[in-house]
């Protein structure tokens, strides 16, 4: 890959119940791993021993930058059964953006198509740009409607890096291949994460970065190689944000 990853907006401090570093902690792992852009998307119920709810409210008071590294915040949001969220809207409007993603945790396989249904209802909430991991062959997904609806929606999909180095994801590399080539043809674009949840594996999408460049992945539709790409996608708007003083 010729770009740099030079943003990682999916991972997850301390807050998410089981992960291993503060917000400040995974920002100096961000510093130190060349990571400008540092999303903090911390899971929302559902998970067990995530943070209360009320915590994404406060994120208008969250740090901005950090040893120099600009922060952004979301939450990795759970899809339902039934195409609900796991966060209500009174919180998903505090958020800069959220994730979407489908965990065995608070979700049960429904099939192929109502599972495709659930992600993409879903995926038409507003703060909602990104979807995490669609990947696992234990929930299947019809990538064909997937990919179509992120045009539609204004989503993009992710290659989670933390996915190709665990070795319970059914059909995996299968499913991210059928996904990719997907997304090519309809130009939607894709993010590369680490999905880290300790400091040392922020920025960490080596195995990520291996897939597309073997793939023949068209770097002008990953977006986290910019953080101008991933600002204007999620119409982050800095005179918005609270200030002191």
Known sequence: MKQQIIADIHTHSIMSGH?????????????????????????APGIPGTCDPFYFYNCKIAPRYL???????????????GGKLSLDECFMKCLDYA???????????EGID?????????????????VSHPDDG??????????????????ALEVNNSSLIKTDR????????????????????????SDAHDPDWVGEVTKAIEFVDNFGFDEDLILNNSIE???????????????KG
């Open 99 to 109: 994730i979407v993603g489908i965990h065995k945790e608070c979700y049960g396989d």
């Open 138 to 155: 234990y929930t299947p997904l019809n990538y064909e409607r997937l990919v179509k609806a992120a045009k539609e929606y204004h989503v």
């Open 19 to 43: 992960a291993f570093g503060t917000v400040r902690e995974m920002a100096m792992g961000a510093k130190e791993n060349g990571i400008q852009l540092l999303g903090i998307t911390e899971h």
């Open 229 to 243: 790409k991933i600002k204007e996608f999620i119409g982050y708007d800095e005179s918005k944000l609270w200030k």
């Open 67 to 81: 040893y120099g590294v600009e922060l952004i915040h979301g939450a990795e949001v759970n899809v339902l059964t």
């Open 114 to 130: 109502k599972n495709t249904d659930n992600l993409i209802a879903c995926m038409k909430h507003p703060k909602v740009f990104f």
């Open 170 to 193: 059914l059909n995996c590399r299968e499913n991210i291949s059928k996904m990719l080539q997907l997304c090519m043809e309809h130009r939607v674009p894709i993010i590369l994460s």
